[in-house]
């Protein structure tokens, strides 16, 4: 098809040409005496990310997936307990990830749609007055349901409980898009991957552990540990410290990451949380005041500013939206996954996009919906999308030209 493709899933994301020209590199030797160079400023800027002073980094090559591995076999033993609230499908999979190293999950059932409780996480913790629960494992960005919970509400809870628990956090839908304090909520363990808010390809698992989870991860060893092999913290931080990587490092990833940094710091990364709000409230605004059709989220508080997850009406099927998304529009939108597959289809609008891009993908969401015979008022998505962007934009512009 001619034109450009419209990436509008929730990850992958558009990588921008600042940062695919950075990586087309040849190779070099990612053990000579300049390669710290490379690598020293990255984990720095890194921290930056996090939010974090006292947190270390570290990066593997690896996905989301490799994190969330990663983060609870280096600071966790077999038949530890941990406590996981589920909501969608990540949460989903973070807890099946738990259980397959042998982790004792104890499940809390949220409805699909909103997402982790301050109140259940309290009472829970409350109630657990052995303190055998050693970490609440919590998904800041259900990217299945477009869900944001309040992490920093969380760690309150965990505090009002008087609870030792370590606070792990999936902000692989979040970070780099959403705000996202590491030392300030007392986050223990975050996780990203390098093809959401970053922008790049996948390829880097991307973790922070905070000095109690490192130290967690030292008195595990007491215990029975978790295997730690190709995820050991151990061996990267040996290397790290120089600047290295105990294995072969990806360095179009290292490239790629360190441009990719450098354009979310020189836009300014409260800038770059205002601009998805920003973008997200024009595509929420074709979803409930234009196509008046409902969001997966609940409640505004719940609403994600990188995905919203649009229900179709009953008896229609968000696949086929999508399907002919792809086929006719050359659009790519994001499926339903799990409970929720076939009811909706998903909007990402995360990393590098504007206003025009978010109006395409909702321009071609709403073609393809007519064309499957939903029927939304023809151009009530795209209007409603303008009249915000147009009403909001001036004082959006002038906070990133500050
Ligand atoms: C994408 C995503 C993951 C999985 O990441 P992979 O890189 O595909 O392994 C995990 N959690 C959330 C919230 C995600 O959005």
Redesign the pocket.
């Given at each position: 098809m001619a034109g450009r493709h419209f990436l509008h899933v929730?990850?992958p994301t558009n990588i921008p040409d600042r940062v695919l020209a950075a990586m087309h590199r040849p190779s070099e030797d990612h053990r000579s005496p300049i390669f710290p160079e490379l690598t020293k400023p990255i984990f720095a800027a890194a921290k930056k990310l996090f939010k974090t002073e006292a947190g270390q980094v570290f990066l593997f090559p690896?996905?989301?997936?490799?994190?969330?591995e990663a983060v609870l076999t280096n600071t966790l033993a077999a038949g530890d307990r941990v406590l996981a609230p589920r909501y969608?499908q990540?949460?989903h999979?973070?807890i099946e990830l738990a259980r397959k190293h042998g982790l004792d999950v104890v499940v809390q059932e949220e409805p699909w749609g909103t997402g982790a409780s301050p109140e259940h996480i309290h009472d829970a913790l409350r109630a657990d007055t052995g303190h055998a629960i050693r970490a609440v494992l919590v998904?800041?960005?259900?990217?299945?349901t477009g869900v944001t919970s309040d992490v920093a509400a969380v760690r309150r809870a965990i505090d009002a409980a008087g609870h030792p628990a370590l606070l792990f956090v999936?902000?692989?839908?979040?970070i780099g898009s959403i705000d996202f304090r590491m030392d300030e909520w007392g986050v223990d363990g975050a996780?990203t991957?390098?093809?959401?808010g970053l922008m790049m390809p996948?390829g880097l698992?991307i973790c922070c552990l905070s000095p109690k989870a490192l130290e967690a991860g030292q008195a595990a060893k007491s215990r029975n540990p978790l295997r730690r092999a190709f995820f050991d913290i151990e061996d990267m931080q040996r290397s790290n410290k120089d600047g290295y990587f105990p294995y072969t490092p990806s360095l179009p990833m290292l490239y790629g990451m360190r441009e990719a940094l450098a354009i979310l710091f020189e836009e300014g990364l409260e800038n770059v949380f205002a601009r998805h709000r920003y973008l997200a409230g024009g595509v929420r605004a074709a979803v409930l005041e234009g196509w008046k059709l409902p969001l997966c989220a609940k409640e505004p508080k719940w609403y994600s500013d990188t995905?919203s997850a649009v229900m179709v009406p009953a008896g229609t099927n968000g696949a086929a939206v999508i399907s002919r998304a792809f086929s006719r529009y050359n659009l790519s939108l994001g499926s339903g996954l799990g409970e929720v597959a076939g009811k909706l289809f998903r909007i990402g609008h995360l990393g590098d996009l504007n206003e025009l891009m978010c109006l395409a993908a909702v321009a071609g969401a709403e073609m393809a919906m007519l064309d499957v015979g939903i029927r939304v008022e023809p151009g009530s998505g795209v209007r409603a999308a303008e009249s915000f962007y147009r009403a909001q934009g001036e004082a959006a512009a002038k906070l990133v030209a500050e």
């Open positions: 929730p990850g690896a996905t989301g997936t490799g994190s969330w969608g990540f949460s999979l973070w998904v800041h960005n259900e990217t299945a999936d902000g692989v839908s979040a996780i991957g390098s093809q959401k996948a698992g995905v």
